[in-house]
């Protein structure tokens, strides 16, 4: 039986992240497994995303993210972080 308990993560990835589709490649799947969040480029050249709902979904959505052409993914951190009891929708910032 699957988990069903509902968590949030802050994931940084870490490589070739800009300019590549990531973040709207993000929306695309957390739209699509039915995940919250949001997701936005950092200054250094890194990704930050905060993604909400069940872990496996969640790691389901980053092995999708780490199929792409064009994305490079050198290094990924992620911490559990309090849920965000009535957000609604993933976003790009």
């Known amino acids: 039986m699957a988990d069903t308990t509902i968590i949030r993560q802050r994931i940084i990835f870490k490589g070739r992240v800009q300019g590549v589709g990531f973040r709207y490649r993000a929306r695309y799947a957390a739209d699509g497994m039915g995940l919250t969040g949001w997701v936005q480029n950092e200054w250094d050249g890194?990704?930050?995303m905060e993604v909400q709902g069940r872990?496996?979904?969640?790691?389901?959505?980053?092995r999708l993210l780490n199929?792409?052409?064009?994305i490079e993914i050198d290094d990924v951190d992620r911490m559990n972080i309090p849920v965000e009891e009535y957000e609604s929708g993933f976003h790009v910032h």
């Open 46 to 48: 890194s990704v930050i």
């Open 67 to 70: 199929h792409s052409s064009f």
């Open 55 to 62: 872990l496996d979904t969640i790691n389901e959505m980053l």
